[in-house]
């Protein structure tokens, strides 16, 4: 894990590879407890009778926003800011879900750094480029510019 002193020194990191997370599982009833939170019951995810006969693999796939969703928290992963006394998620610049995680995929991020910008009040909001690898896979399951905003 890259250790980062404030939000400010990140302007030392701009254009560089953060670093890659571990690879999580996403299993079936990670996928089923997204859809039960989301109510996003489409059965490309959570059919596993249907998907057998009618997906090209044979498998149900992940929902695109719970891939989204693994972000924030593999990114911690890669790396901190050890002296932040708050971090707010900001938004997104772009996001493409490129190739579907078929149910029991392994998947990890990859971060880097595109900007760091000084803001009102002391933040420093940054631009990541987030890339989600599927295992054994060359196309990424999505690439997302996100925003988040953190403060001394």
Not at 18 to 46: C, K, N, P, Y
Request: proline share 5%; charged share 20%.
């Amino acid at each position: 894990m890259r250790i980062i002193n404030t939000p400010s020194d990140m302007q030392n990191h701009l254009g560089e590879n953060l670093g890659v997370s571990e690879w999580v599982t996403l299993d079936q009833a990670r996928i089923d407890q997204f859809a039960a939170a989301t109510g996003d019951h489409q059965w490309i995810h959570v059919d596993v009778a249907r998907a057998k006969v009618a997906m090209p693999e044979g498998k149900t796939i992940a929902h695109g926003f719970l891939t989204l969703s693994l972000v924030p928290g593999l990114s911690a992963s890669v790396w901190k800011i050890e002296h932040c006394s708050r971090e707010i998620n900001y938004g997104l610049n772009k996001l493409r879900f490129t190739a579907p995680v078929p149910v029991g995929s392994r998947v990890r991020l990859r971060q880097k750094l595109l900007a760091a910008e000084n803001i009102k009040g002391d933040g420093v909001r940054l631009t990541f480029e987030n890339t989600m690898e599927i295992e054994g896979q060359t196309q990424p399951a999505l690439v997302a510019e996100g925003l988040s905003v953190f403060f001394p």
